[in-house]
């Protein structure tokens, strides 16, 4: 999942969400409650998952990916709302 899944999920200003299984993307649309929710989940990650834990396959990196991916969707959350766009 975090490997796959996950690196796939982030782009440029915001993310998709609408992808098919090779990563290809079938909607360009950027729902914000979804942008929200995938705010959450990446900082949730980042938070949660100790990469210094022995029992753990979390790396740094990974950690890192994690952190800019979630400070990439709140970015364009906020630039989204600066400019008073709905969606």
């Known amino acids: 999942l975090t490997r796959c899944f996950l690196l796939l999920w982030g782009v440029v200003g915001g993310y998709f969400t609408c992808l098919d299984r090779d990563g290809t993307v079938l909607d360009e649309s950027k729902y914000h409650w979804l942008q929200g929710?995938?705010?959450w989940s990446f900082s949730r990650l980042?938070?949660?998952l100790n990469a210094s834990d022995p029992r753990s396959a979390v790396t740094?990196?990974?950690?890192?990916?994690?952190f800019?991916?979630?400070?990439l969707g709140a970015d364009f959350l906020h630039k989204v709302r600066a400019a008073g766009l709905t969606g």
């Open 60 to 66: 740094e990196e990974m950690r890192d990916e994690w």
């Open 68 to 71: 800019a991916a979630a400070t």
């Open 37 to 39: 929710r995938s705010v």
């Open 46 to 48: 980042y938070n949660e």
